[in-house]
């Protein structure tokens, strides 16, 4: 089991994007994958930039979107957890 985070996946994202770090996006949700049992490999990732919802810290917010290579659906709950809001 991954290490515990308190901050998910979608803020460290957007994290990431605000401080000019977005290379290392691809690699952070890719390790978050592997942390939960699936292979890196079997999807696309795609970021989305949008406004931060009201009342955010945040300037922006980064959507993730998961693609199964193999045209395959993407479990929800997966793409749900990817996109977790604190």
Excluded: C
């Excluded at 515990?4 to 000019?20: S, V």
């Excluded at 691809?26 to 049992?37: A, F, G, I, P, S």
């Amino acid at each position: 089991m991954g290490r515990l985070n308190p901050y998910t996946l979608q803020m460290q994202i957007t994290r990431m994007y605000e401080q000019g770090q977005s290379f290392f996006a691809t690699m952070k949700v890719q390790d978050w994958l592997r942390e939960r049992n699936q292979d890196p490999a079997d999807y696309d990732i795609i970021f989305h930039q949008k406004p931060a919802p009201p009342g955010s810290d945040n300037i922006i917010a980064i959507e993730i979107e998961l693609r199964r290579k193999d045209g395959q659906p993407v479990d929800p709950w997966l793409q749900e957890q990817a996109n977790l809001h604190a």
